[in-house]
Protein backbone atom coordinates (compact mmCIF):
# COMPACT_ATOMS: atom_id res chain seq x y z
CA UNK A 1 0.00 0.00 0.00
CA UNK A 2 2.99 2.29 0.57
CA UNK A 3 3.52 2.14 -3.16
CA UNK A 4 -0.05 2.73 -4.17
CA UNK A 5 -0.95 5.74 -6.30
CA UNK A 6 -3.24 8.80 -4.88
CA UNK A 7 -6.26 7.42 -6.42
CA UNK A 8 -6.48 3.35 -5.59
CA UNK A 9 -5.41 4.97 -1.92
CA UNK A 10 -8.58 7.09 -2.00
CA UNK A 11 -10.58 4.35 -3.57
CA UNK A 12 -9.05 1.60 -0.99
CA UNK A 13 -10.15 4.14 2.09
CA UNK A 14 -13.18 5.78 0.34
CA UNK A 15 -16.24 4.28 2.38
CA UNK A 16 -14.52 5.05 5.60
CA UNK A 17 -13.94 8.68 4.85
CA UNK A 18 -16.20 11.19 6.47
CA UNK A 19 -18.42 13.53 4.73
CA UNK A 20 -15.78 16.29 4.66
CA UNK A 21 -13.16 13.84 3.69
CA UNK A 22 -15.41 12.89 0.46
CA UNK A 23 -15.04 16.34 -1.13
CA UNK A 24 -11.06 16.10 -1.05
CA UNK A 25 -11.53 12.77 -2.34
CA UNK A 26 -13.72 13.36 -5.03
CA UNK A 27 -11.94 16.28 -6.24
CA UNK A 28 -8.08 14.62 -6.32
CA UNK A 29 -10.50 11.26 -8.20
CA UNK A 30 -10.94 14.38 -11.09
CA UNK A 31 -8.26 15.82 -10.67
CA UNK A 32 -4.83 14.27 -9.35
CA UNK A 33 -2.97 16.96 -10.80
CA UNK A 34 -4.29 19.45 -8.16
CA UNK A 35 -2.13 17.55 -5.41
CA UNK A 36 1.03 18.62 -7.35
CA UNK A 37 -0.29 21.94 -8.49
CA UNK A 38 -2.02 23.00 -4.88
CA UNK A 39 -0.81 23.66 -1.63
CA UNK A 40 -2.67 21.91 1.26
CA UNK A 41 -4.45 25.85 2.28
CA UNK A 42 -5.48 26.08 -1.73
CA UNK A 43 -7.18 22.28 -1.67
CA UNK A 44 -8.89 23.18 1.95
CA UNK A 45 -10.11 26.29 0.31
CA UNK A 46 -11.56 24.83 -2.68
CA UNK A 47 -13.72 22.18 -1.02
CA UNK A 48 -14.45 24.58 1.73
CA UNK A 49 -12.74 21.93 4.20
CA UNK A 50 -10.54 23.08 7.34
CA UNK A 51 -6.76 22.42 6.99
CA UNK A 52 -6.90 19.75 9.74
CA UNK A 53 -9.85 17.90 7.68
CA UNK A 54 -7.16 17.76 4.45
CA UNK A 55 -3.92 16.79 7.09
CA UNK A 56 -6.21 13.97 8.53
CA UNK A 57 -7.03 12.92 5.49
CA UNK A 58 -3.52 12.47 3.86
CA UNK A 59 -2.67 10.56 7.16
CA UNK A 60 -5.77 8.52 6.47
CA UNK A 61 -4.38 7.40 3.13
CA UNK A 62 -1.13 6.00 4.86
CA UNK A 63 0.67 9.87 3.77
CA UNK A 64 2.83 11.03 7.16
CA UNK A 65 1.72 14.40 5.98
CA UNK A 66 0.67 16.74 2.95
CA UNK A 67 4.00 17.33 1.93
CA UNK A 68 5.30 13.39 1.76
CA UNK A 69 2.00 13.41 -0.36
CA UNK A 70 2.79 16.06 -2.88
CA UNK A 71 6.55 15.00 -2.57
CA UNK A 72 5.89 11.31 -3.73
CA UNK A 73 3.23 12.63 -6.86
CA UNK A 74 5.60 14.63 -7.94
CA UNK A 75 8.35 12.13 -8.25
CA UNK A 76 5.93 9.82 -10.01
CA UNK A 77 5.21 12.99 -12.46
CA UNK A 78 8.44 12.79 -13.13
CA UNK A 79 9.47 8.94 -13.79
CA UNK A 80 6.51 8.68 -15.71
CA UNK A 81 8.01 11.26 -18.16
CA UNK A 82 11.20 9.81 -18.41
CA UNK A 83 9.90 6.26 -19.26
CA UNK A 84 7.66 7.45 -21.35
CA UNK A 85 9.77 9.26 -23.20
CA UNK A 86 12.39 6.18 -23.40
CA UNK A 87 9.10 4.05 -24.55
CA UNK A 88 9.13 6.79 -27.64
CA UNK A 89 12.58 6.72 -28.40
CA UNK A 90 12.46 3.22 -29.46
CA UNK A 91 9.02 3.39 -31.42
CA UNK A 92 9.02 4.71 -34.73
CA UNK A 93 7.30 8.02 -35.35
CA UNK A 94 4.09 8.11 -36.97
CA UNK A 95 0.19 9.99 -37.54
CA UNK A 96 -0.37 8.15 -34.26
CA UNK A 97 2.66 9.41 -31.97
CA UNK A 98 1.90 13.01 -33.32
CA UNK A 99 -1.97 12.96 -31.99
CA UNK A 100 -0.68 11.62 -28.48
CA UNK A 101 1.58 14.57 -29.18
CA UNK A 102 -1.11 16.89 -29.79
CA UNK A 103 -3.57 15.47 -27.10
CA UNK A 104 -0.73 15.84 -24.27
CA UNK A 105 -0.68 19.80 -25.43
CA UNK A 106 -4.43 20.26 -25.57
CA UNK A 107 -4.25 18.66 -22.06
CA UNK A 108 -1.17 20.79 -20.85
CA UNK A 109 -3.38 23.79 -21.64
CA UNK A 110 -6.59 22.78 -19.87
CA UNK A 111 -5.21 22.20 -16.95
CA UNK A 112 -3.25 25.06 -16.94
CA UNK A 113 -6.60 27.20 -17.12
CA UNK A 114 -8.04 25.31 -14.68
CA UNK A 115 -4.85 25.72 -12.09
CA UNK A 116 -5.03 29.60 -13.01
CA UNK A 117 -6.63 32.40 -10.99
CA UNK A 118 -8.40 35.10 -12.19
CA UNK A 119 -7.88 37.60 -9.46
CA UNK A 120 -4.14 36.84 -9.79
CA UNK A 121 -4.33 36.86 -13.78
CA UNK A 122 -5.92 40.29 -13.39
CA UNK A 123 -3.29 41.68 -10.53
CA UNK A 124 -0.37 40.87 -13.29
CA UNK A 125 -2.30 42.57 -15.92
CA UNK A 126 -2.96 45.77 -14.01
CA UNK A 127 0.76 45.74 -12.58
CA UNK A 128 2.28 45.24 -15.77
CA UNK A 129 0.03 47.95 -17.73
CA UNK A 130 0.77 50.49 -15.28
CA UNK A 131 4.98 49.86 -15.21
CA UNK A 132 6.82 52.55 -16.45
CA UNK A 133 9.60 50.14 -17.41
CA UNK A 134 8.73 46.36 -18.23
CA UNK A 135 11.36 43.72 -17.46
CA UNK A 136 11.13 40.32 -18.91
CA UNK A 137 13.87 37.76 -17.70
CA UNK A 138 14.51 34.38 -18.70
CA UNK A 139 18.07 32.37 -18.79
CA UNK A 140 18.77 28.84 -20.64
CA UNK A 141 16.19 27.44 -22.51
CA UNK A 142 13.82 29.97 -21.13
CA UNK A 143 15.47 32.91 -23.54
CA UNK A 144 13.56 32.02 -25.80
CA UNK A 145 10.19 32.30 -24.05
CA UNK A 146 11.45 35.41 -22.93
CA UNK A 147 12.99 37.14 -26.27
CA UNK A 148 8.67 36.13 -27.58
CA UNK A 149 7.31 37.74 -24.86
CA UNK A 150 9.32 41.44 -25.14
CA UNK A 151 8.74 40.54 -29.37
CA UNK A 152 5.16 41.12 -28.20
CA UNK A 153 5.06 43.77 -25.53
CA UNK A 154 7.75 46.39 -27.29
CA UNK A 155 5.03 46.56 -29.97
CA UNK A 156 2.71 48.00 -26.62
CA UNK A 157 5.12 49.96 -24.73
CA UNK A 158 7.94 51.39 -25.55
CA UNK A 159 10.63 50.70 -22.50
CA UNK A 160 11.07 46.96 -22.34
CA UNK A 161 14.29 45.82 -21.16
CA UNK A 162 15.74 42.07 -20.95
CA UNK A 163 17.78 40.50 -19.03
CA UNK A 164 20.26 38.61 -19.88
CA UNK A 165 21.62 40.56 -22.76
CA UNK A 166 24.46 38.88 -24.89
CA UNK A 167 27.70 40.93 -23.74
CA UNK A 168 26.35 42.87 -20.80
CA UNK A 169 26.81 42.52 -17.17
CA UNK A 170 23.29 41.73 -15.95
CA UNK A 171 23.80 44.01 -12.62
CA UNK A 172 24.50 47.04 -14.24
CA UNK A 173 21.74 46.85 -16.49
CA UNK A 174 19.51 45.64 -13.74
CA UNK A 175 20.73 48.79 -11.45
CA UNK A 176 17.97 51.31 -13.36
CA UNK A 177 15.37 49.07 -12.10
CA UNK A 178 12.69 50.95 -9.91
CA UNK A 179 9.69 50.73 -7.90
CA UNK A 180 7.18 51.74 -10.51
CA UNK A 181 8.45 48.96 -12.38
CA UNK A 182 7.13 45.62 -13.12
CA UNK A 183 8.58 42.34 -14.21
CA UNK A 184 8.20 39.04 -16.17
CA UNK A 185 10.27 35.91 -15.16
CA UNK A 186 10.63 32.81 -16.80
CA UNK A 187 10.97 30.00 -15.03
CA UNK A 188 9.94 26.97 -16.95
CA UNK A 189 12.03 23.63 -16.49
CA UNK A 190 15.35 24.26 -15.36
CA UNK A 191 15.47 27.28 -12.91
CA UNK A 192 19.15 28.87 -11.97
CA UNK A 193 19.71 30.63 -9.04
CA UNK A 194 20.64 33.82 -11.18
CA UNK A 195 16.82 34.24 -11.90
CA UNK A 196 15.52 33.98 -8.18
CA UNK A 197 18.21 36.35 -6.89
CA UNK A 198 17.12 38.76 -9.92
CA UNK A 199 13.50 38.67 -8.91
CA UNK A 200 14.52 39.03 -4.77
CA UNK A 201 16.12 41.79 -5.90
CA UNK A 202 13.30 43.29 -7.78
CA UNK A 203 10.84 42.61 -5.07
CA UNK A 204 13.04 44.02 -2.69
CA UNK A 205 13.40 47.24 -5.15
CA UNK A 206 9.78 47.75 -5.20
CA UNK A 207 8.60 46.24 -8.89
CA UNK A 208 5.85 43.84 -9.47
CA UNK A 209 7.06 40.72 -10.31
CA UNK A 210 5.13 38.44 -12.19
CA UNK A 211 6.74 34.76 -12.29
CA UNK A 212 6.05 32.36 -15.14
CA UNK A 213 6.74 28.37 -13.78
CA UNK A 214 6.54 25.20 -13.97
CA UNK A 215 4.07 22.92 -11.61
CA UNK A 216 6.80 22.44 -9.69
CA UNK A 217 8.50 25.76 -9.37
CA UNK A 218 8.89 27.31 -5.93
CA UNK A 219 6.88 31.03 -6.07
CA UNK A 220 6.90 32.68 -2.74
CA UNK A 221 6.52 36.92 -2.02
CA UNK A 222 10.23 36.99 -1.08
CA UNK A 223 10.69 36.15 -5.05
CA UNK A 224 7.30 37.14 -7.06
CA UNK A 225 4.20 39.13 -6.30
CA UNK A 226 2.41 36.81 -7.94
CA UNK A 227 3.41 33.12 -9.47
CA UNK A 228 1.53 31.68 -12.49
CA UNK A 229 1.44 28.22 -12.96
CA UNK A 230 1.91 25.94 -16.14
CA UNK A 231 1.00 22.39 -16.97
CA UNK A 232 4.27 21.32 -19.01
CA UNK A 233 4.23 17.57 -19.38
CA UNK A 234 5.80 16.21 -22.19
CA UNK A 235 5.13 13.22 -24.14
CA UNK A 236 8.27 13.02 -25.69
CA UNK A 237 12.39 14.09 -24.74
CA UNK A 238 11.03 17.84 -24.16
CA UNK A 239 8.39 19.38 -21.67
CA UNK A 240 5.68 21.03 -23.57
CA UNK A 241 5.63 25.23 -23.81
CA UNK A 242 2.31 25.21 -25.26
CA UNK A 243 0.52 26.37 -22.06
CA UNK A 244 3.21 29.05 -21.41
CA UNK A 245 3.58 30.56 -24.75
CA UNK A 246 0.33 30.94 -25.19
CA UNK A 247 -0.15 32.21 -21.02
CA UNK A 248 2.32 34.67 -22.49
CA UNK A 249 0.76 35.76 -25.64
CA UNK A 250 -2.94 36.01 -23.22
CA UNK A 251 -0.99 38.41 -20.49
CA UNK A 252 0.21 40.59 -23.82
CA UNK A 253 -2.85 41.16 -25.29
CA UNK A 254 -4.97 41.61 -22.34
CA UNK A 255 -1.76 44.43 -21.58
CA UNK A 256 -2.67 45.58 -24.76
CA UNK A 257 -6.07 46.07 -24.12
CA UNK A 258 -5.38 47.49 -20.66
CA UNK A 259 -3.73 50.07 -21.97
CA UNK A 260 -6.01 51.32 -24.07
CA UNK A 261 -5.47 53.98 -27.06
CA UNK A 262 -1.80 54.31 -26.14
CA UNK A 263 -0.70 50.76 -27.23
CA UNK A 264 -3.51 51.27 -30.42
CA UNK A 265 -1.60 53.94 -31.48
CA UNK A 266 1.79 53.19 -30.64
CA UNK A 267 1.21 49.70 -33.01
CA UNK A 268 -0.16 52.02 -36.03
CA UNK A 269 2.93 54.01 -35.17
CA UNK A 270 4.97 50.90 -35.76
CA UNK A 271 3.09 49.46 -39.37
CA UNK A 272 3.05 53.32 -40.59
CA UNK A 273 7.17 52.80 -40.03
CA UNK A 274 6.89 49.76 -42.09
CA UNK A 275 5.08 51.06 -45.00
CA UNK A 276 7.09 54.17 -44.94
CA UNK A 277 10.92 51.82 -45.15
CA UNK A 278 8.88 49.13 -47.02
CA UNK A 279 10.24 46.53 -44.95
CA UNK A 280 6.92 44.19 -45.53
CA UNK A 281 6.81 41.88 -48.67
CA UNK A 282 2.50 42.24 -49.45
CA UNK A 283 1.28 38.74 -50.76
CA UNK A 284 2.68 35.49 -50.37
CA UNK A 285 7.03 35.28 -50.82
Known amino acids: MNNAPLSQRILEFYDDLTRRERRIADMLLEDPDLLVLKSATDISAQVEVSKATTARFFRRLGYPSFKAAQKIARNADEQDITSHSSRKLTQRGGRGELAEHLASDVQNLVRSIEALRSDELGQAIQSLARAE ?87 GLDVANVTLRCRTRGVNVYESVVAPVSLVTFLCSAVASKIGQAAIERLQFIENIHDEWGDLVPGDL
Open 133 to 219: KLWVVGFGDNYPLAHFARSLLIRIKADIRMVPIGGFSVPEEFASIGANDAMIALGIGRKTRSLRSIMRSAVHAGAQVVYITDQVGRG
